[in-house]
């Protein structure tokens, strides 16, 4: 009688512990969504961020990520960097099959992260996005024309590319901010954030944290993330800036991290930027 109590009490407990490891441990793509207004549009754009993509394996030919990004129906596509993997293991194929569908059906704009220039191949890998119908973005702002209005893109190399280099893209792109335009910066690193404050920037998009890897939602945004340590303030989500909103995305990796990630899903960004009511 007593053994079969036990029973009666460890097997819930069991399922339960399994299921929340299960719960953990899911790795399959989510879709997260932010919403901005501003007075310095009058129609609606909706941007598709993808970053710190790793070159990991979504199906063939990248299906379930290119599905996830045709389903939402963007206007234009914003690559934040760490899209190729530094580590042999990792096949750039998959990236470039990525960006290639990518261009070829939306607008597409690339920033650099520090694995493309860990791998030694920086260069090479823009020009293959290029070859593919990427821009590729190196202090420069560029106009983006949407059902008839237009918005400025400005986009930085990531800091690996030298610290004088990275910080004349910064100042070359802040200048040419034109304030009439909503404008945003596309780069790569969230704990840069200090250096991005008060540059003319509406909206400045990052990946690079991967979540903090480990998240328990409600109480922890991420344990631990490069360049910001145990408990990263910038790991994941949207942050109000002095005079413009830091959205990092929690990117795509997921074979190619060493450490699993924990309750942190990797994501597609989807950003609607709307008129001000």
């Known amino acids: 009688m007593l053994g079969k109590k036990k029973r009666r009490i460890w097997l819930p ?55 996830a990004v045709a389903a939402e129906g963007p206007d234009v596509v914003l690559l934040g960097g760490d899209i190729v993997d530094d580590d042999a293991r990792m096949d750039p194929e998959r990236a470039y099959t990525a960006a290639s569908a990518l261009a070829a059906s939306w607008p597409t704009y690339y920033v650099s992260g520090n694995h493309e220039f860990w791998s030694g191949e920086a260069d090479a890998i823009k020009t293959a996005l290029e070859a593919r119908g990427v ?23 990531d800091p690996a590319a030298g610290e004088a280099v990275w910080r004349a893209q910064l100042e070359r792109a802040a200048a040419q901010a034109d304030p009439d335009l909503f404008t945003i910066l596309l780069t790569h690193r969230p704990e840069r954030v200090e250096a ?35 408990f990263p303030p910038y790991a994941g989500g949207r942050y109000e800036l002095e005079g413009g909103t830091l959205i990092v995305s929690r990117g795509l990796a997921r074979e190619s991290t060493r450490v699993p990630r924990v309750f942190n899903r990797p994501e597609l960004v989807i950003i609607d930027v709307t008129p001000a009511c």
């Open 13 to 67: 407990l069991a399922v339960l512990l399994a299921g929340t490891v299960v719960a953990a441990l899911d790795a399959r793509l989510a879709v997260r969504h932010y919403r901005l207004e501003t007075a310095r549009m009058s129609a609606p754009v909706r941007i598709a961020l993808l970053t710190d993509l790793h070159s990991c394996d979504y199906g063939e030919g990248q299906a379930g990520l290119l599905k």
């Open 135 to 157: 821009t590729v973005l190196e202090g420069a702002c560029v106009p983006v024309t949407v059902d008839g209005q237009t918005i400025q893109l400005c986009g930085v190399d």
């Open 196 to 230: 991005y404050r008060g540059r003319g920037f509406d909206l400045i998009l990052v990946g690079h944290a991967h979540g903090g890897q480990w998240r328990l939602p409600g109480v922890v945004n991420g344990l631990l993330a490069p360049d910001q340590g145990l």
